[in-house]
């Protein structure tokens, strides 16, 4: 299983950034993503989740009406819209699966080493 993050870059605060996550190896749909952010010197925080299940979703209190979590099943694809970019938005973006290789975002944003996960794509927000 293999995890493709893509889409950081820099940009100016206020605006909007979408980041992809692009999983292989798995032959089927029904698996949880989750989104997490890592600034430097800060731990790793659970930013979002995307239920395979039932479609439900997750959002930390700290990102809620800013960042939108979708999947398209078809390309094997997250992604996470992040608008009106703040300067604390500053940090590597991870996806990884949830819980080894659950369906549900159950156990979000807890993660383990049963974990698989992408190897990150930068955003950094200039004020």
């Known amino acids: 299983v293999q995890l493709q993050a893509s889409g950081g870059g820099l940009v100016q605060s206020g605006r909007s950034l979408r980041l992809s996550c692009v999983v292989s190896?798995?032959?089927?749909?029904?698996?949880?993503i989750g989104w997490f952010r890592q600034a430097p010197g800060a731990e790793r925080e659970g930013v979002s989740c995307?239920?395979?299940?039932?479609?439900?979703?997750y959002y930390a209190n700290s990102v809620k009406g800013r960042f939108t979590i979708s999947r398209d099943n078809v390309k094997k694809s997250v992604f996470l819209e992040i608008n009106n970019l703040k300067p604390d938005d500053t940090a590597v973006y991870y996806c990884?699966?949830?819980?080894?290789?659950?369906?549900?975002?159950?156990?979000?944003?807890?993660?383990?080493?049963?974990?698989?996960w992408g190897q990150g794509t930068q955003v950094t927000v200039s004020s």
């Open positions: 190896g798995l032959t089927t749909d029904y698996f949880a």
């Open positions: 990884a699966t949830v819980n080894g290789l659950s369906a549900s975002c159950r156990g979000f944003p807890k993660y383990s080493n049963r974990d698989y």
């Open positions: 995307s239920s395979g299940s039932d479609g439900s979703t």
